[in-house]
C-alpha cells in the first residue's frame, strides 16, 4: 500500500482533469470542446435563453397589454382565526406572528383577513386590514393599529 492509495480514498476534491495532454488522456486534440463553431473558440459562453440561432421562445411568444406584477405589493397574509393564539391584551405585530410560526416572511407588510372567528381582545399592529377583520377584532374588544409602509403608526388627517 502505497500513499497515493492511502489519500485516494477519503479525498476533499477530486482530482482535476487535465486537458490537451495527448489522445490518451480522452481530452486531447480539441480538449472537449468537439470541432469548429462558436463552442470551441476562447471566450465562448451563451447567455441564459440562447437557443443556437432559432428564434427564442421569449421573441416568439405574443405581448399584448399591460401587467401590473413589478409594481405590486406584497403582503404577509393572516387571517383573524389564527390571532386566537394570543392571549388577551397582548399586542400582536409582524414580529410575532413569526415567532409562534402562524405565518411565514414575503414582506415587511403584514394584512390581516377576516377569515375566522377572534374572542380575545388583544392589539393588533399591521399596514391593512379587510373590513370584516377589523370588525371582528374591534367586536371582541381589541384595537387595531394600522402602520404605513416603514412600520411607523399611521397618522390620519395630519398636515405634516
Known amino acids: 500500500m502505497d500513499l497515493f492509495t492511502v489519500c485516494s480514498k477519503g479525498t476533499k476534491y477530486a482530482k482535476r482533469m487535465r486537458i490537451g495532454r495527448g489522445p490518451g488522456s480522452g481530452n486531447g486534440k480539441t480538449s472537449g470542446r468537439g470541432h469548429k463553431g462558436r463552442g470551441q473558440r476562447s471566450g465562448a459562453s451563451r447567455r441564459a435563453g440562447y437557443e443556437g440561432g432559432q428564434m427564442p421562445i421569449y ?69 391593512k386590514f379587510s373590513k370584516s377583520a377589523r370588525a371582528k377584532i374591534e367586536a371582541a374588544g381589541g384595537t387595531v393599529v394600522e402602520l404605513d409602509g416603514m412600520g411607523r403608526e399611521a397618522t390620519v388627517g395630519s398636515d405634516a
Not at 101 to 117: F, H, R, V
Open 59 to 127: 421573441r416568439q411568444v405574443p405581448k399584448r397589454g399591460f401587467t401590473n406584477a413589478r409594481f405590486r405589493t406584497d403582503y404577509t397574509i393572516i387571517n383573524v382565526g389564527d390571532l386566537s393564539a394570543f392571549d388577551a391584551g397582548t399586542t400582536v405585530d409582524l414580529s410575532m406572528i413569526l415567532d409562534q410560526g402562524l405565518a411565514s416572511k414575503n414582506t415587511d407588510l403584514l394584512k390581516i383577513l377576516g377569515n375566522g372567528e377572534v374572542s380575545n381582545g388583544i392589539t393588533v399592529r399591521a399596514q
